[in-house]
């Protein structure tokens, strides 16, 4: 059942896809209940399209010149056509949230840690969650079951029921 939360359609999804973005980056967010159980719907939604493409790739050896003059033979592995279209439809279903600079990290450092990273929310899902939850499918012998929501009971100003909702380790 959808749940309208008090929106119209598009402030709705754009509402669900920030929270989606807020919950794959930082892997917990407080909201209310009823947003706290849409989101979890949508991120299992994204997270097993990365699970079920995440090991697709191609790999083709490239001969390279380089500033020698030297021919070099390289391997280069790229995504397969089932991982580049899950990385597609998941960049349309998440907002894309860039690195956030260290406390005591200087710019050269940051921009050297963060120059091959074009798209870091959806690295992230590919290369840190999809294995994850892949093993963790293996080893139980079914899927989902990413997120998990704890009640804290009604907010002060609306008594909005408040929940916290992280995704399992």
Do not use: C
């Not at 003059?69 to 391997?75: A, L, N």
């Not at 704890?150 to 907010?155: A, F, Q, S, T, W």
């Amino acid at each position: 059942m959808s749940r309208k939360l008090g929106t119209n359609a598009t402030q709705r999804m754009a509402l669900i896809k920030n929270q989606a973005s807020a919950l794959l980056w930082h892997g917990k967010i407080e909201t209310t209940e009823a947003r706290a159980k849409e989101v979890a719907s949508y991120v299992a939604k994204i997270i097993t399209l990365a699970v079920n493409t995440y090991a697709d790739t191609v790999e083709s050896e490239v001969t390279v010149t380089d500033a020698k003059g030297k021919e070099v033979k390289r391997t280069l592995v790229k995504d397969g056509v089932k991982k580049l279209n899950a990385r597609r439809k998941i960049m349309t279903m998440v907002n894309d949230l860039q690195e956030v600079k260290g406390f005591k990290e200087s710019k050269p450092d940051f921009k050297k840690r963060t120059r091959a990273i074009k798209s870091p929310l959806i690295e992230k899902i590919f290369d840190e969650y999809a294995p994850k939850y892949a093993t963790r499918k293996e080893e139980k012998g079914n899927g989902g079951g990413y997120t998990r929501i704890y009640k804290l009971g009604p907010r002060k100003g609306d008594a909005a029921e408040v929940a916290i909702i992280e995704l399992v380790d």
